[in-house]
């Protein structure tokens, strides 16, 4: 079992600039089913290997997608946000950071009464290592399959706890950036719960904020 994400989750990618490229690439070269990506205007074409649609619906549509991955820029971001709530998708990861926060404290009082999840914004994304199932921009080479869980607010700081668990032979079982705005869609308490829910996961390290 995994936190999250699974073998089974099939991504779409929210703003498939160059960042959102860079790390489709490294998800695919994981192992990760990233399908689609969504840029509107840029719908039909192929970017690498990954073919582009205007809006999440068509994704979902057509992608039969489950994940969304967002690198929209900021004063965006949030539309994005609730474009893939709108599409239903279960799961919600948004790297953006500097989102303003009056545009968050829409997301969360739409979030109140929704079936999805958003991790972020402003994180490093989700893992799950024994699934090879990456949404998010942490380097893969520092996880190592195991049975430690990560929550962390900090991105920088969990690749670093990341890669001595690793050295230690300590290998992990699913890392969960929450993300370090002020507000954020999941609480490093409903984080640890999932971990607490999960019969793979035999330790947590919660790593906090500088």
Same mark, same amino acid.
């Given at each position: 079992? =995994?936190?999250?994400?699974?073998?089974?989750?099939?991504?779409?990618?929210? +703003?498939?600039?160059? $960042?959102?490229?860079?790390?489709? @690439?490294?998800?695919? $070269?994981?192992?990760?089913? *990233?399908?689609?990506?969504?840029?509107?205007?840029?719908?039909?074409?192929? *970017?690498?290997?990954?073919?582009?649609?205007?809006?999440? /619906?068509?994704?979902?549509? /057509?992608?039969?997608?489950?994940?969304?991955?967002?690198?929209?820029? @900021?004063?965006? @971001?949030?539309?994005?946000?609730?474009? $893939?709530?709108?599409?239903?998708?279960?799961?919600?990861?948004? *790297?953006?950071?500097?989102?303003?926060?009056?545009?968050?404290?829409?997301?969360?009082?739409?979030?109140?009464?929704?079936?999805?999840?958003?991790? !972020?914004?402003?994180?490093?994304? #989700?893992? =799950?290592?024994?699934?090879?199932?990456? @949404?998010?921009?942490?380097?893969?080479?520092?996880?190592?399959?195991?049975?430690?869980? #990560?929550?962390?607010? =900090?991105?920088?700081?969990?690749?670093?706890?990341?890669?001595?668990?690793?050295?230690?032979?300590? !290998?992990?079982? =699913?890392?969960? !950036? #929450?993300? +370090?705005?002020?507000?954020?869609?999941?609480?490093?308490?409903?984080?640890?719960?999932?971990?607490?829910?999960?019969?793979?996961?035999?330790?947590?390290?919660? *790593? !906090?904020?500088?």
């Amino acid at each position: 079992m =995994s936190v999250l994400m699974n073998k089974d989750s099939r991504v779409v990618i929210q +703003g498939f600039g160059g $960042a959102g490229q860079r790390e489709a @690439a490294t998800g695919i $070269a994981y192992g990760t089913q *990233i399908v689609c990506g969504v840029t509107p205007g840029r719908g039909g074409e192929v *970017i690498n290997g990954v073919p582009i649609r205007n809006t999440v /619906e068509e994704a979902v549509r /057509e992608f039969n997608v489950n994940v969304s991955l967002i690198f929209v820029p @900021a004063p965006f @971001a949030a539309d994005a946000i609730l474009e $893939a709530e709108r599409a239903g998708l279960p799961l919600i990861i948004c *790297i953006t950071e500097g989102i303003p926060v009056l545009d968050m404290v829409r997301v969360k009082r739409v979030l109140r009464n929704s079936a999805s999840r958003l991790i !972020g914004p402003n994180c490093p994304g #989700v893992i =799950s290592v024994r699934d090879r199932a990456r @949404a998010g921009i942490m380097p893969v080479d520092v996880y190592l399959e195991g049975n430690v869980g #990560v929550i962390s607010r =900090s991105g920088t700081l969990v690749y670093e706890t990341v890669d001595q668990l690793t050295r230690l032979g300590m !290998g992990q079982s =699913s890392s969960v !950036g #929450v993300g +370090g705005d002020p507000i954020i869609g999941t609480t490093q308490r409903e984080a640890l719960q999932l971990f607490e829910e999960d019969p793979d996961t035999a330790a947590v390290v919660l *790593i !906090g904020e500088i």
